[in-house]
């Protein structure tokens, strides 16, 4: 799909963006919220349930289509972008068990910085001295939130920093497929995908026989399938609904948007996370949290209007006739 002029400008895609951010924190509180009583394959089980139901039943219906649109011929594709999301959501679930929701989300917004160097590595493209700059900011921001060689320092920290390379893998996969498929096909598959692989590790780990560490994160993984009362069963419910309708709005938002456009929308995470945090779970980050919070958010958006301006001038030069 070619996006127009007028449709790079309107704020469609920020208010997809803006939905899905919604969405997603709302999934981060319900996930920390539960996570002292299931375990997390069962919770991405019954969420994907849930969230399969919602789109066969909701959003085909009001996407003006049906099963059809869920044919794909680029079905290796959906599957590596499934993958990507159950490997980050299961790392920064694991690490949100076990540290304080803010911080958690802080360093997953290390991942605008993954996709610039990803774009490098994969894509051959160039970054000038200030994204590499803002690069280093980042990942400073990262080490102050992470303190290392001090007592704040938990290894389940790092989870949510590999889950945003997962994150930035599927955003970049997600650029390939985004002009012929729908949001509604993407959504389905990454939940197709999710069904599965919390299902197999169902099957594995269901009975609770490696259940033998004393660790919020891997009492989390390991835990024995635990059958959830009627109050959690309606959380696990609405957590498969913003699960889907998250991954289904965010895909628009890209679809219908520049990217360097609606990326910056998506920090709105950041003081939602900061009010669930102190709202539900009593969290308040200290000085240094704060402090390293803002240098990764600040060279996130550095980034993100690094990569406008190139796609400006690189626009620019498209469009200026060429002499000959």
């Known amino acids: 799909m070619t996006l127009t002029d007028a449709e790079r400008s309107t704020p469609v895609g920020a208010i997809w963006a803006l939905v899905a951010v919604l969405c997603f924190s709302t999934n981060d509180v319900l996930v920390k919220f539960l996570s002292g009583g299931y375990p997390l394959y069962q919770l991405i089980f019954f969420r994907t349930l849930f969230g399969l139901a919602f789109i066969l039943a909701v959003l085909v219906p009001l996407t003006g289509g049906s099963l059809s649109m869920l044919k794909t011929r680029r079905l290796g594709t959906h599957i590596a972008r499934g993958a990507c999301v159950v490997f980050a959501n299961f790392c920064f679930f694991l690490g949100l068990a076990a540290m304080p929701l803010a911080e958690a989300v802080a360093i997953f917004f290390i991942s605008p910085l993954a996709i610039s160097v990803f774009s490098v590595i994969f894509l051959g493209e160039t970054v000038g001295p200030r994204r590499w700059a803002a690069i280093a900011a980042g990942m400073l921001g990262v080490l102050i939130v992470l303190r290392p060689g001090t007592e704040a320092f938990q290894l389940a920290a790092l989870l949510p920093l590999v889950a945003a390379f997962g994150y930035a893998t599927l955003h970049i996969l997600t650029r390939k497929i985004g002009g012929t498929e729908n949001a509604t096909a993407m959504a389905f598959y990454i939940q197709v995908t999710f069904f599965f ?37 309606v959380l696990i419910g609405l957590l498969g609904i913003t699960s889907s309708l998250g991954g289904f709005t965010i895909s628009q938002a890209y679809r219908r948007s520049e990217a360097a456009y609606v990326a910056p929308f998506e920090y709105a995470a950041m003081p939602l996370a900061v009010f669930w945090g102190l709202s539900i779970f009593g969290e308040w980050p200290d000085i240094w949290a704060w402090t390293g919070i803002a240098l990764i958010m600040l060279s996130g958006l550095i980034l993100v209007w690094r990569e406008a301006v190139a796609h400006r001038r690189v626009m620019r030069a498209a469009t200026q006739p060429k002499r000959y």
């Open 197 to 233: 692989f919390a299902g197999s590790a169902g099957l594995f780990l269901g009975d609770g026989r490696y259940e033998t560490f004393d660790h919020p994160s891997m009492e989390f993984l390991l835990r024995a399938w635990v059958w959830p009362s009627g109050f959690d069963l």
